[in-house]
């Protein structure tokens, strides 16, 4: 199972963790314990890869149950330890609800329980869907219900890995996780059968209701996506993904391409993200909107503005709403760049609301201490 945060021994740091919760446990009021879980950061056991990237950590459910594994949290890293005994596996993450709510989803049907603290003198077993209705009591209320404009989804091994980049050999920004919730299809720019494949799913589905009579559409969509995906990969882009959801007249339709952009040592005292920002701002029209927010997890750019689809794909007549997220890794080197676009021009704040949602739910991925080489020659963003 995938996770998305870099493991740190969690050994001795048992001062993480939600006493909220810890007390909630204690007084065996399960809506309470539910509430705890929506509102408070609880401890998550993770176990590296043999690529040495951390993924979470789940344990054999018990004897007889239907499905094979257990997810166990913890309200605070005490616990965790009391729990492993002699078991060497120390790592952990401190892990909100944006980042629990798609791990449950996406790996809900091999998991029997969520068990909260079962070593401990409160242990309580919840079932998946409980966890997710006490995580995200409102899916119906829309997909920019949960925008978070906070950036406290970062995880405080994220925030252990950032705060080493300046030392020599400490972590740096390798990539970025997206998060993505319900509704969304992933397609893999870099892997040209994987890409391929995903395609033909995506336009499976949406094409479903067409039947036999859909098979020329269907086929035209498939050599439309492959171009742009094509297109993308060639830019520097990474992953592509699509959201679709159903609405009382037409179909939501929202798409994103994540690029990552190696740029080399920053130079002078000019950031990447200054020199982007000074770069977009000689350009912007009179309703475009370029702003600058500070997170936990650092800085971003957002710029908002009204264009046309691709001439070469027959979209010059359609307006589209234009949203880029620039975003530095940590340690100066790299930026990543979540662009999205949708033709709901009409309704810009709430799809507004849904692009911060999805970039409010992402996570760096960090290199381990010693493992990227620096790079001494600048590339001028």
Known sequence: MTGEHVAVPGANRFGAGSPVLAAALATGDRAAVGRALHHEAVVV???????????????????????????????TAQALESFLGDDPGRSFSLRRRESLVPFLRRHGATLERVVVDPAGPHATALGV???????????????????DDTGAGISIDGLHA??????????????????????????????????????????????????????GLRRDLRDRLT?????????????MAYLVLPGKDAALALNLTLYWHDLGPEAGETTHLQRIHDRLHRSLGPDDELTTTETLSGPFLRHVRVGRGSTELGGQDVPLLLVDYWAPAPGA????????????????????????????????????????????????A
């Open 129 to 147: 869907d409980e966890v997710l209705s006490a995580l995200d009591p409102t899916p119906a209320a829309g997909p920019a219900a949960m925008a």
């Open 333 to 380: 080197r790299s930026v990543a760049r979540l662009a999205f676009s949708t033709p709901h021009v009409e309704i810009r704040d709430a799809m507004l609301g849904l692009t911060d949602k999805v970039l409010f739910a992402t996570e760096w991925l960090m290199s381990a201490p010693g493992d990227v080489q620096d790079d001494d020659a600048a590339v001028p």
């Open 227 to 239: 171009e742009v995906a094509v297109r993308a990969q060639a830019a520097g882009g990474q992953v």
């Open 162 to 215: 950032m705060a080493t980049v300046d030392e020599p050999g400490g972590s740096r920004g390798i990539g970025i996780e997206l998060n993505l919730p319900d509704h969304w299809a992933l397609i893999d720019l870099e892997d040209e059968a994987q890409r391929d494949l995903q395609i033909r799913a995506l336009v499976k589905q949406q094409g479903a209701a067409l039947g036999d009579r859909g098979a």
């Open 45 to 75: 056991p993770l176990v590296e890869r043999e690529d040495r990237t951390p993924q979470v950590r789940v344990f054999p459910a018990p004897e007889g149950s239907t499905r094979p594994y257990d997810l166990c949290l913890f309200s």
